[in-house]
């Protein structure tokens, strides 16, 4: 018998819910990176569903570890912080590269920066 049988149903539930909107977020994040059309529109919609969605794989293990273990087991925070630093820096750093990249060459997908008067 492993420590899974031995897991009570709430925290089954708990766990399951988790994972699983865990991987829906995942799932639609990548979606968005293939159905978008431009690369400004498309660096958004993979940041998102993927950072929240790692989050809820994080919060489901934490769960588990923590009921099977009959302890607090806060490991993954680390790769939460870790996650929530590391995304928006990367996802800026792409953003700015991709933009002087494009107005280097002149093109026309260039987001404008139109600020009200």
Known sequence: MNSLAEL???AS???SAFLLLGASLALI???GLSR???FYKRV?????GTTFG???ILAGSITYFSVS??????HEVLIGVFLSLTTPITLMLLVRAALYRDRQKG???????DLPD
């Open 44 to 48: 958004h919609a993979p940041t998102l």
């Open 107 to 113: 093109s026309q997908d260039v987001p404008n920066l």
């Open 69 to 74: 273990q009959s302890r607090l087991v806060l």
């Open 36 to 38: 978008l059309n431009s």
């Open 54 to 56: 790692a989050f809820c």
């Open 8 to 10: 009570p149903l709430w």
């Open 13 to 15: 539930i708990l766990v």
């Open 29 to 31: 994040g990548s979606f």
